[in-house]
């Protein structure tokens, strides 16, 4: 019985997202270069929250971490940025969008290699 009120519970806070749409979420995989070429690279998780007041303007969040192990060094990059986010909402069922992302990066080394803070920034656009 408790499993199935637990089951009712989480689909009901799935169910409640879908009424209004004004607010899309992401997860997915990312690839990350540091260093340019010649860099290293890096594969992590990226996730994003987009509110959207209104049907061409949205609100972004996007947060991601990343890792690496090159020389047996533990490599850890998180970003993390906000910014606004323009769709072209039409009939079809294709959004395109574009969106300018500004935040910050923290890389970590294991093995007392310290961490350091960088600003970071994404332009870009896709399609829902």
């Known amino acids: 019985m408790k499993r199935l009120l637990l089951l009712s519970f989480v689909l009901f806070l799935f ?28 594969n992590g998780i990226s996730g994003s929250v987009a509110y959207n007041p209104n049907r061409w303007l ?16 533990s490599l850890n990059t998180y970003t993390y940025l906000v910014g606004p ?5 039409n009939p079809t069922k294709v959004t395109p969008f574009a969106q300018v992302l500004l935040g910050g990066s923290r890389l970590t080394a294991a093995s007392g290699g310290g961490s350091s803070n960088q600003f970071a920034y994404s332009f870009g656009g896709g399609v829902d």
């Open 15 to 42: 169910a409640l997202p879908s009424h209004a749409q004004s607010v899309d979420a992401s997860v997915s995989y990312s690839y990350f270069r540091l260093g340019g070429s010649g860099g290293i690279n890096q």
């Open 58 to 73: 949205g609100a972004v969040g996007d947060f991601g971490g990343y890792h690496a192990s090159p020389g047996g060094i």
């Open 85 to 89: 986010r323009l769709s072209l909402r």
